[in-house]
């Protein structure tokens, strides 16, 4: 209702902000900046590269907060090489050989690559084997891999044979970072009497929180007066993609 001393005022001129809101097959984007690319054209062939899985289909399950001691973009270097995997991850190494699997090409609005599961290992869990059925429409290749995207700026998306787990990256200070962990799992799957996920979750929750230490770490060495940038080795060109773009941005940030 108008205020009568504010009569003539054309509300139309002081409106709310607009913000833009897309969804991808039951995810949901929102971007404040007004001169953002449609969710579309940054998501390129990812609709099509990830149908099979029916994302939309699976239903939440879990969701785990960490609060990391280390600003958001080393959380993301380190989600896309595997190069420390078999250092810090013995759990994760049993499962995934650190060599296998392939980078697709970086792209400007994401960047991910597939790994292989080991002989014999079903799903990356705390003991390798396959505790609900494969989501259906994956293909027979597709059973027997993991794919681990990182679409800009802050969504992880690491899709499995029997799940899909979203991190979501919250910065809240230069050098902290909220990062919000889901699974999501089939809706036949959940609604079976012995529907079980823990193995799941805890294997991710140990494999967490490695990655945030190390991420900590990497933080408080950049800090360090005697700091130097070292080179990235030809198994880091997802790491180097994501500087290349976060410089460009910031320098199209400089010029608007
Ligand atoms: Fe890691």
């Given at each position: 209702m108008g205020a009568p001393h504010m009569e003539?005022?054309?509300?139309e001129d002081y409106p709310l902000n607009p913000v833009n809101c897309d969804s991808w097959d039951g995810h949901l984007f929102v971007n404040l900046d007004p001169h953002s690319v449609p969710l579309a054209a940054q998501l390129e062939d990812l609709p099509q590269r990830f149908?099979?899985?029916?994302?939309?289909e699976l239903r939440f399950h879990q969701r785990r907060t960490y609060e990391v001691a280390a600003n958001w973009k080393f959380i993301v270097q380190n989600y896309n090489e595997c190069l420390h995997c078999p250092v810090l991850h013995p759990a994760l190494s049993r499962l995934t050989d650190y060599l296998s699997g392939e980078n697709c090409n970086p792209r400007r609005g994401y960047i991910g690559g597939s790994m292989e599961l080991k002989p014999?290992?079903?799903?990356?869990s705390l003991d390798g084997k396959l505790g609900r059925d494969y989501l259906?429409?994956?293909s027979k290749t597709q059973r027997h891999e993991v794919h681990y995207y990182s679409i800009f700026p802050n969504l992880f998306l690491s899709l499995h044979p029997d799940y899909m787990m979203t991190h979501t990256l919250w910065p809240r200070a230069v050098d902290r970072t909220e990062i919000v962990c889901e699974w999501h799992f089939h809706p036949d799957e959940m609604a079976k009497?012995?529907?079980?996920?823990d193995d799941a979750v805890e294997f991710w929750d140990l494999t967490n929180k490695e990655d945030w230490r190390i991420s900590e770490q990497s933080q408080a060495g950049v800090k360090s007066r005697a700091y130097r940038p070292g080179p990235y080795s030809a198994r880091e060109g997802l790491p180097l993609a994501f500087d290349r773009m976060i410089l460009e941005r910031e320098a199209q940030s400089k010029q608007r």
């Open positions: 003539g005022l054309p509300r149908a099979a899985w029916r994302m939309r014999g290992v079903e799903t990356m259906p429409g994956l009497a012995n529907f079980r996920a």
